[in-house]
């Protein structure tokens, strides 16, 4: 079948040349997002239909500056161009050049071009550079260069069929090197091309640099750019015509001077982030309690409609909730996807790196961690994957791990419960109401556990690539809603499918533990209730949550309850607290659930009040006093702020991180530190 | 008296020549960026809180922090 591979044209640029947009242009819906073997870089390919019909594969490379790898991201664009026998060597690179910065783009033009393979140089946003009156003069610029140069516009789509015309012509000849690079090492490249005939000498010298041959590699790297320089320079000089401003960059100028002001900048970028973190919380909550709705409403459908049995208690109990679990979170991905788009788009992000940078890399952050950050009181899954735009290996990390300690939504409705339990419901000093502040306190709590432990790694960790800031402050543009668009569908498709195996298949285990028991007491519960209650006037509601109540008590799930309650006592916690622990690992706020089967109600959410009543009533049998006191409610509370009762967020740490290290890591030290922390809070107000 | 000024020591509007880099590693970096010897640079502005600096070269912003701007010695 090797005569039957598609034509592969990769697509290679700076960052912010407009690469993603022209692979958006070029392949529409058809892309599929993959990894590279071994890095945690995102492959993004898809399939262009040209205008003879022909079908090529079209691989988008991340952005890079030059072929000397400075970071992760631009390695694996190096790996691929130098290795002609590696199955994703492309056939011809496009190179897409941002025209209004001409010079800085050609560079890694020249080097691609050098190294012998078919390119096509791509003039993206010349529109920008007639606006900065930059004009350059395209067919000097294709004979000098000796490489087909079509002039494009990604956002609105222009020039692209130009592009496809040229494409079908197949790879174009390519002329003598742009810088015969012979002069840097003449002997040793010499000696190489003589062995290898088929290579430019080009090619050869990253040879030789790469196998030690060549020793002082940096010197070698920096006479080969400034020589180039040297050459863009004068050609660019060559080719340039002059037009009129109209003064583009001093808008960019002017938005700056507010938006990155020391008063209005912040004041702006909160502003900001109130927005995204109000849109979370209240936007994505009707879809969200729709998806709900549905899903519960299907498995009960599905409970009343197919025979009774194990295959429709899977499906309806264990299966349908848990794909609806995966489901529930696509709203809030796409909202906060879609407000990251718009900043990447319009170059806000950079902005909030130059506002943030300082004060976030004393906590071995990044700039942009900000935003991973706030998300993550919302939800700690968008704000994950929304760690993917920092390019600093460690501080991603860093970011990673401590995300979830940020208190999400989630959470909650388990603070609202175990708050109006046990914390009166009075004011302090005539205005701040307690329950209010034991609210914001925990809040609180996460945050500086978040911004402690952050501090804590940054002691610890290696720190893999040394971290520097050196990056385009891009001109502001309007968003490309295309892009925007297919942000989303890129994200909701990664989560669905990537972390939603892993989440389906821990609730149907979950589902197992809490349905099935040891013996025969849940086969015979009908029986067992039935005798309990005899005797008793009692509603088919009644026996029906007290029918649950029981099955729970005696399922794999109370067994493990009660075989863990020697661990947890010390916390204050009996083996029904055990049981809602280890339901609610699937999520957190399946503790409300699972304490409202316990305590026969029917639904937790109409009945909060009735549970609260419940659960206030009941007694400790060993001193006869309420059992929900202050302390095994501070040391619920302090346990839900830390522990990582979320398997959603270790299925999406997982997949961000391609290995099972940080999640487990991740498991293990907010385990710790719930134990170790509720343990301390119990103690002091027992 | 005779010590050469650094990029991240120019004030707001203040222009300034590359000469040569004092850290080896950055300067790869920072020659692909485009600051070349030879090359003017003008320092734009700086964050609220003084670091990190965003300087001008060859009609582009480019963002960086200040110690790695004051590896960067003017004419």
């Known amino acids: 079948m090797k005569g039957a591979r598609r034509t592969l044209v990769a697509l290679v640029g700076n960052p912010n040349s407009g690469k ?16 590279f073997p071994g890095v945690t870089v995102d492959k993004k390919t898809g399939v262009c239909t040209l205008t003879n019909g022909e079908r090529i594969d079209v691989l988008d490379l991340p952005g890079t500056y030059s072929v000397y790898p400075k970071s992760k991201d631009e390695t694996v664009v190096t790996d691929i161009l130098l290795n002609t026998s590696d199955p994703l ?48 003069d395209l067919e000097l610029l294709e004979k000098e260069l000796e490489t087909p140069v079509v002039n494009i516009n990604a956002r609105n789509g222009v020039g692209i069929d130009r592009l496809k015309k040229v494409l079908e012509q197949g790879a174009p000849k390519q002329g003598k090197a742009f810088f015969d690079v012979t002069e840097l090492a003449s002997d040793q490249i ?35 750019t400034t020589v180039r320089y040297g050459k863009i320079n004068k050609l660019v000089g060559k080719a340039e015509q002059k037009k009129t401003a109209i003064g583009l960059k001093l808008y960019t100028d002017k938005i700056d001077k507010i938006l990155t002001h020391k008063i209005w900048g912040y004041l702006i970028f909160t502003a900001i982030l109130f927005i995204i973190f109000q849109a979370i919380f209240a936007w994505a909550s009707w879809p969200m309690d729709l998806i709900d709705n549905v899903f519960s409403e299907f498995s009960f459908w599905l409970s009343k409609t197919l025979p009774a049995g194990i295959l429709t208690d899977l499906l309806a109990k264990g299966l349908v909730p848990g794909v609806g679990g995966v489901l529930i979170f696509i709203p809030q991905i796409a909202i906060l996807f879609a407000f990251i788009a718009i900043l990447e788009e319009t170059g806000y992000m950079a902005r909030v790196v130059f506002l943030m940078d300082k004060i976030m890399r004393r906590f071995g952050l990044n700039g942009k961690s900000v935003v991973p950050l706030i998300s993550g009181v919302a939800c700690a899954i968008p704000a994950i994957m929304a760690t993917r735009n920092i390019e600093n290996w460690k501080e991603r990390m860093i970011t990673i791990f401590v995300t979830p300690l940020m208190s999400c939504s989630a959470r909650l409705p388990v603070y609202t419960i175990l ?36 501090y804590v790694m940054k002691k610890i960790m290696k720190a893999g690539e040394r971290s520097f800031l050196i990056m385009e402050l891009p001109t502001y543009k309007m968003p490309r809603w295309r892009n925007v668009g297919l942000t989303i569908v890129e994200k909701v498709k990664t989560f669905s499918f ?48 007290q029918l649950a109540s029981y099955k729970l008590e005696n399922s794999y799930a109370a067994k493990l309850g ?13 083996w029904k607290v055990g049981i809602a622990l280890i339901t609610s690992f699937a999520a957190r706020e399946v503790f409300v659930g699972t304490m409202a089967t316990i305590y026969s109600i029917q639904s937790a959410e109409e009945d909060v009040t009735t549970l609260k009543n419940r659960m206030r009533s009941e007694v400790d049998p060993e001193t006869g006093q309420p059992y929900f006191t202050l302390a095994l409610g501070l040391s619920l509370m302090v346990f839900y702020v830390f522990a990582m009762q979320c398997m959603s967020t270790l299925a999406i740490t997982y997949r961000e991180t391609k290995g099972w290290k940080w999640p487990v890591l991740q498991l293990v030290y907010m385990s710790g530190l719930a134990y170790v922390l509720a343990l301390v809070t119990y103690n002091i107000f027992v | 008296m005779n010590k050469a000024k650094t990029v991240g020591e120019l004030k707001p509007g203040e222009k300034g020549t590359i000469c040569c880099f004092k850290d080896d590693t950055l300067s790869l970096k920072l020659l692909d960026m485009g600051c070349l010897p030879g090359t003017t640079v003008e320092m734009k502005f700086s964050a609220p809180l003084g670091d990190p600096i965003c300087i001008g070269v060859e009609g582009y912003s480019l963002l960086l922090r200040k110690a790695e701007a004051n590896t960067i010695s003017l004419v």
Not at chain 1, 198 to 223: C, E, F, R, W
């Open chain 1, 190 to 224: 010499k000696e190489h091309l003589g062995a290898n005939n088929a290579q430019t000498p080009y090619k050869a010298l990253h040879s030789l640099v790469n196998d030690g041959s060549i020793m002082d590699t940096n010197a070698i790297q920096a006479k080969d």
């Open chain 1, 498 to 545: 990537e972390a939603g195996k892993i989440i389906v298949a821990v609730s149907i285990v979950l589902w197992v533990l809490a349905s099935y028991g040891p013996g025969d007491a849940i086969k015979n519960a009908e029986q067992n209730v039935q005798k309990s209650l005899e005797g008793k006037k009692y509603t088919q509601e009644q026996f029906n949550n």
């Open chain 1, 419 to 454: 708050i109006a339990l046990v914390i009166p419901n009075e004011r302090v000093w005539g205005v701040f109401h307690i329950q209010g502040l034991v609210l914001l306190g925990l809040y609180l709590l996460g945050f500086l556990a978040a911004l402690f432990s952050a």
């Open chain 1, 562 to 574: 009660k075989s863990i309650e020697p661990v947890i006592k010390p916390l204050g916690f009996n």
């Open chain 1, 89 to 136: 060597f492309p056939d011809v690179v496009v190179v897409v050049v941002d025209t209004s910065n001409i010079k800085r783009n050609l560079l890694l033009f020249t080097q691609i071009k050098d190294l012998g393979i078919p390119v096509i140089l791509a003039l993206n946003m010349v529109d920008m550079a007639d606006r900065i009156g930059k004009g350059y």
């Open chain 1, 20 to 35: 993603s947009s022209l692979f958006n242009q070029l392949t529409g819906l058809n892309q599929k997002i993959g990894n």
